[in-house]
T-cell receptor, first 115, second 114 residues
Framework: DSGVTQTPKHLITATGQRVTLRCSPR?????VYWYQQSLDQGLQFLIQ???????AKGNILERFSAQQFPDLHSELNLSSLELGDSALYFC??????????????FGPGTRLTVL | QQQVKQSPQSLIVQKGGISIINCAYENTAFDYFPWYQQFPGKGPALLIA?????SEKKEGRFTISFNKSAKQFSLHIMDSQPGDSATYFC?????????????FGKGTKLSVIP
């Protein structure tokens, strides 16, 4: 158990809908990263938040957005869903974003299925 | 543009054998190279990591070999066990404006047969 929690575990929805994925980082971790894992693209970085502020963006679609709240949990919002958005979505947390690389601890993921 | 290329896609190894997975990167700014292990239904978990100032790092049965000039690194699993059967991802990272996002290879599915 990495200490990172993600809810829900599974999500099934229809095209055009909007969903919210939730992540609670490990206690004390200020940084949250979101990754998408699909069969064709593999694991891809989407976006990172540090202590409530957006720090970096990767291959994140404009239909997707995220935020990190004062209690440090993060939410990834996916809207106007398409079939191709079906994937596993992971969040990872790390202790700090300064002072060099720190281990990123991954949550168990949310499996999104768009029908 | 795939910045980290990983091979092979799948690997079958006899119990007790050596598993070798290779990765190559393009961006010379990368300065941290972790390997992650993922079991079905679980998130990736850090296995071992190396920085480019060393050529090898060993932790138990797991060894990373790093060749900076060739921009390649590999994972060796000695005395492979059925419990090592999982998908392995190499990754690379560089510091950018306080972010350390990981760029992953496509993964190698390892099966260790008794």
């Amino acid at each position: 158990d990495s200490g990172v929690t993600q809810t829900p575990k599974h999500l099934i929805t229809a095209t055009g809908q909007r969903v919210t994925l939730r992540c609670s980082p490990r206690s004390g971790d200020l940084s949250v990263y979101w990754y998408q894992q699909s069969l064709d693209q593999g694991l891809q970085f989407l976006i990172q938040y540090y202590n409530g502020e957006e720090r970096a963006k990767g291959n994140i679609l404009e239909r997707f957005s995220a935020q990190q709240f004062p209690d440090l949990h993060s939410e990834l919002n996916l809207s106007s869903l398409e079939l191709g958005d079906s994937a596993l979505y992971f969040c990872a947390s790390s202790v700090s974003t300064s002072g060099g690389h720190n281990e990123q601890f991954f949550g168990p993921g949310t499996r999104l299925t768009v029908l | 543009q795939q910045q980290v290329k990983q091979s092979p896609q799948s690997l079958i190894v006899q119990k007790g054998g050596i598993s070798i997975i290779n990765c190559a990167y393009e961006n010379t700014a990368f300065d941290y190279f972790p390997w992650y292990q993922q079991f079905p239904g679980k998130g990736p978990a850090l296995l071992i990591a190396i920085r480019p100032d060393v050529s090898e790092k060993k932790e138990g049965r797991f060894t990373i070999s790093f060749n900076k000039s060739a921009k390649q690194f590999s994972l060796h699993i000695m005395d492979s066990q059925p419990g090592d059967s999982a998908t392995y991802f190499c990754a690379a990272s560089k510091e950018g404006a306080g972010s350390y996002q990981l760029t992953f290879g496509k993964g190698t599915k390892l099966s260790v047969i008794p």
